[in-house]
């Protein structure tokens, strides 16, 4: 990797990280933000709901703009303008002021995904995989730090400032991006988006990822209240509560390395390799917070922590790597924005039934587990018909 790669890459991990901070600020304010802006969960919870749509349909939106112009300039006018976006919030004084910022937000942070996936599999040849893995690896870091963070800045100062802080650096990354302009191939073809399906296994990874989302955004959701309501007998009610309010900071703190290990490993053994692995991994994840005997919880839960963030981050660039050189260079950015499309939106299905099954059984939450397992088990065996990327590259 060239030392111009190199940084490109880390601005793209540096932007990768800001993207995903701004909608990680709300979480540890929301009842200072509530109180503040005398609103309720629900209000607040419902407008997260619709700047989450508007993120996932963004994708489709971004996907062909980086087909046909600079990918750079995009992702340099994304940040600069998500993060002037939270200037907005120094008026907000109600709900409808707030709301207005946050799908501004998300309106143009939704650019930025399948443009940079877009410009990493055309920059980065040789070795993809581990530019994927590094790139994920950097959102996943500001995702494990930026709550912590801004949730000080919030208590220190005000719940607006940490909006506008994490949006400085938005702007500044933003800067510094639209001097870094890159020369990628533009698409000049009349191919229709829909006549890309027709390339040999696509429509299996596409699958995949979809069963991916499902489960991925059904235990990012529920995942804390599982661990709540089915308290650990021998760890005590105060530990299982301390494990619910963790897991998933300590989840995102193994996938750092499984972004690294999925990106390494898919340009050494193989794409279908990694998928077939990871999701094998993520199964007995599963398996072990289900069925680990009472006694033994604990362990289970740590198992699951462990297995569970190497396999899912692994993934990843795996399939970000595989879908790049399957898809004809020109229409890259359309086809990442439709798989991010699938994965973030079309996968929030599940959080209906996952909360349904926890509704409808309360003295069984684990139900809503089983059929995430099951929806897992059937991406494990999608994974297995996956083709081989080293016998499908795009000339």
């Not at 919870?45 to 996932?56: D, E, F, H, K, V």
């Not at 992702?75 to 207005?100: E, H, M, P, Q």
């Not at 279908?272 to 094998?280: D, N, R």
């Not at 929030?348 to 684990?366: C, H, K, V």
Request: include cysteine; charge should be positive.
């Amino acid at each position: 990797m060239t030392q111009k790669g190199r940084g490109l890459l880390a601005l793209l991990g540096a932007a990768h990280s800001l993207n995903h901070s701004l909608f990680l600020i709300t979480p540890p304010l929301l009842l200072i933000i509530m109180q503040d802006l005398n609103t309720s969960k629900f209000i607040l919870g419902t407008m997260g709901t619709i700047a989450s749509l508007i993120y996932g349909i963004g994708a489709l939106v971004g996907g062909p703009l980086a087909d046909r112009i600079c990918e750079t300039k995009i992702i340099a006018l994304a940040l600069a303008l998500a993060g002037a976006s939270t200037f907005v919030l120094i008026f907000a004084k109600d709900i409808i002021i707030y709301s207005l910022a946050l799908f501004l937000m998300a309106a143009w942070a939704s650019l930025y995904h399948p443009v940079a996936n877009s410009l990493i599999s055309k920059e980065f040849h040789g070795n993809m995989g581990e530019a994927m893995g590094i790139h994920g690896a950097g959102g996943t870091v500001g995702v494990v730090f930026t709550p912590i963070i801004a949730f000080a800045i919030g208590i220190a100062v005000d719940w607006r400032i940490s909006f506008i802080v994490f949006g400085v650096f938005c702007i500044l990354i933003g800067v510094i991006m639209s001097r870094n302009r890159t020369q990628t191939i533009r698409n000049t073809s009349k191919l229709g988006i829909l006549e890309v399906f027709k390339i040999k296994g696509l429509l299996i990874i596409l699958a995949f990822n979809i069963f991916i989302g499902l489960y991925m955004k059904g235990i990012e959701l529920f995942l804390p209240t599982y661990l709540a309501l089915r308290p650990f007998q021998p760890l005590g009610e105060e530990t299982a509560k301390l494990w619910a309010a963790t897991a998933a900071t300590l989840v995102l703190a193994n996938g750092v390395l499984g972004q690294w290990l999925g990106g390494r490993a898919s340009d050494h053994i193989g794409s279908k390799k990694v998928l077939a692995t990871v999701s094998a991994g993520i199964v007995a994840a599963l398996i072990f917070l289900l069925f680990t005997p009472t006694a033994f919880a604990f362990l289970g839960v740590a198992a699951f922590i462990i297995l569970y963030g190497l396999s899912f981050y692994g993934h990843q660039p795996a399939l970000n790597s595989l879908t790049g050189v399957m898809t004809p260079l020109e229409r890259r950015g359309a086809v990442y924005g439709i798989f991010f499309f699938t994965s973030f939106g079309l996968g929030s299905l599940s959080q209906i039934i996952t909360g349904y099954l926890m509704d409808s059984y309360p003295s069984n939450p684990e139900y809503s587990f089983y059929f995430l397992t099951l929806v897992a088990a059937v991406a494990l065996i999608l994974s297995t018909l996956i083709p081989d990327k080293r016998q499908n590259q795009t000339k």
